[in-house]
């Protein structure tokens, strides 16, 4: 049995599965790591605790200060979780357009969440640059701490240890990684340790097609993705960190999250979807015998209040 001093010491070591009825016949294997097991049901525990213990070792976050982030609601639930084992003030900057239940999380972990309206109930690069511009007036005063997700590599540290379990998991040479964008902390992260082992597999990054920035080069696209998708230059985005970037269309992403659940047992929400029609197009394009690993990024209890699960 586990035991741990604290409830951080939790974080991680979430097993990997293989897809056994939804993957077509002829197709590589597809393998998901899947993250839901962490302390509040998302792979962003593992970037908030990287966050906050990078800026404590370089003591630019001491005891009495208040950290500050706008999120979308898993890297905010994950923020207030570790905020709240450490003994910090989280203020959050969020909105409407996301999961009612991430925000509910956040408050009951003791976060003070603010929330930005969405006229339109969708995500876009608008919202997001407003919901920046509060957290940075914020972030002003001598006592916050602004952890900055876009811009702080710390995160990527914390998912190089995702791929480093990625390594230790999987017995079979791994032939292709693909996963959605959102801070492009999980790509880098476990692309770091993937292209630097013995498999030298094909990474493809992975957005919506409605908000196809990397794949197509367009802007403006909105879509109902939360996490992924902000439809702008990703500041920790390496282009010698992955192959490919394509477009999944929400739809497919959407189907794919109820397939998950009710053929695999795997419950997650529509990026977790998306990740896997990735994986799947990935699988019958290398063929049979061939490996690809994806992941599923939450639980999809953070999703029952809408309408994907329906």
């Known amino acids: 049995m586990n035991r741990y001093a604290n409830m951080l010491e939790s974080i ?6 293989r897809l056994n009825h939804i993957v077509p016949e002829n197709a590589g ?49 994950g923020l207030a979780f570790v905020c709240a084992v450490k003994g910090y003030d989280f ?21 003070n969440l603010e929330v930005i309206h969405s006229p339109s109930g969708k995500i876009n690069s608008e919202l997001i640059n407003q919901m920046i511009v509060r957290a940075k007036e914020l972030a002003e005063r001598d006592d916050y701490f602004f952890t ?19 390594l230790d ?46 794949s197509q ?37 959407r189907n794919m999250a109820n397939r998950l659940a009710r053929e695999e047992g795997i419950f997650a929400g529509t990026s977790s979807g998306l990740n896997v029609v990735g994986a799947i197009q990935l699988a019958e394009e290398l063929g049979e015998g061939k490996t690809v690993v994806t992941v599923a990024v939450d639980t999809g209890l953070k999703y029952l209040n809408g309408d994907l699960f329906m």
């Open 169 to 214: 998991q999987m017995e079979d040479p791994i032939d292709a990684f693909t996963c959605s964008v959102g801070t492009a902390g999980t790509l880098m992260g476990v692309s770091n340790i993937l292209l630097n082992s013995e498999y030298e597999p094909k990474i493809v990054a992975l957005e919506p097609a409605s908000a196809p920035f990397y």
């Open 217 to 253: 080069g367009k802007t403006g696209g909105k879509h109902h993705v939360e996490g992924i998708g902000l439809g702008f230059d990703l500041p920790l985005l390496n282009s010698d960190n992955y192959h490919e970037a394509r477009g999944i269309d929400e739809n497919e992403a």
């Open 148 to 166: 900055d997700q876009l811009n702080n590599t710390d995160i990527i540290k914390g998912f190089e240890n995702m791929g480093r379990e990625i």
């Open 12 to 17: 991680g070591n979430t097993p990997i599965v």
């Open 91 to 111: 203020h959050v900057i969020s909105s409407d357009a996301f999961a009612k239940e991430k925000l509910d999380t956040m408050k009951a972990f003791g976060a």
């Open 29 to 77: 294997d597809v393998w998901v790591k899947c993250e839901g097991g962490n302390p509040t049901g998302s792979y962003k525990d593992r970037m908030a605790l990287a966050m906050i213990e990078g800026a404590e070792a370089r003591g630019e976050l001491t005891p009495g200060m208040t950290v500050v982030e706008y999120t979308g609601g898993s890297t905010g639930s």
